[in-house]
């Protein structure tokens, strides 16, 4: 078996350093492969060695500057470390350069929303969803950035397509209680409410909701 295919497959498994090895041996036969560093980068971003990672994914532009999954992964990296900017500029670049992913447009958009440019991370999420359109977490934060830029009945939709892949999604029935308290909508508003708690017992905003229209 291919020596990247074998690091895939152990990866998948979470044999981090049997992946390693596998990625090792790859660039030891072919030193100018891109993948392989990228492949390489991807364990060590796994195992928290994000310099490393860094190096290796940054060793796979020189070798190939339209290795757009080395761009990708360094945008990966860059928001887990909280750097938004350099986030946003891995990802823009390996869209403008042909990465056509639901992930790549997703991560842009969730990028742009750290960065508080929500309006922005609009287009991005929204084709997220079209491309992940079994994916509740794609549909859910795109309804919250819909939310956040008051258009609420969009926003309802999205989250109902959220909950509807994933019935135990407790933020996104939460979500949509909020949504339809901005409607007035008491009733529908302590169902998603009464839902959210169903799906987790302990969610502290959703049973503060539930009480605030109780109450009411």
Same mark, same amino acid.
């Given at each position: ?19 390693? $090895? ?5 660039? %030891? ?5 891109? @993948? ?6 991807? @364990?060590?971003?796994? @195992? ?6 860094? /190096? ?9 500057? %339209? ?7 360094? #945008? ?20 403008? /350069? ?20 929500? $309006? ?22 795109? #309804? ?33 209680? @909020? ?8 009733? /529908? ?25 109780? /109450?009411?």
């Amino acid at each position: 078996m291919d020596k990247n295919q074998a690091g895939i497959e152990y990866m998948q498994q979470g044999k981090w350093e049997e992946a390693a $090895r596998s990625f090792m041996e790859a660039i %030891e036969e072919e030193p100018n492969n891109a @993948v392989a560093h990228i492949n390489f980068g991807n @364990v060590l971003t796994a @195992v928290g060695e994000t310099e490393k990672a860094l /190096k290796f994914y940054n060793r796979a532009i020189e070798l190939d500057s %339209e290795a757009v999954a080395a761009y990708y992964s360094k #945008g990966n990296l860059f928001y887990e470390m909280e750097q938004f900017e350099e986030a946003k500029q891995n990802f823009e670049l390996a869209m403008k /350069k042909g990465l056509e992913s639901g992930d790549n447009y997703f991560m842009l958009g969730m990028t742009l929303v750290q960065l508080e440019q929500g $309006r922005l991370a609009l287009p991005f999420l929204q084709r997220s969803t079209e491309l992940l359109d079994h994916d509740a977490e794609a549909f859910f934060q795109y #309804g919250l950035c819909l939310a956040q830029a008051e258009y609420i009945d969009e926003a309802i939709t999205q989250l109902e397509k959220s909950v509807s892949i994933d019935p135990t999604h407790a933020d996104a029935f939460y979500n949509l209680g @909020v949504a339809y308290g901005f409607k007035e909508d008491a009733n /529908k508003a302590l169902e998603m409410f009464e839902k959210a708690l169903e799906v987790q017992p302990d969610h502290l905003l959703a049973g503060h909701g539930k009480k605030l229209i109780e /109450k009411a």
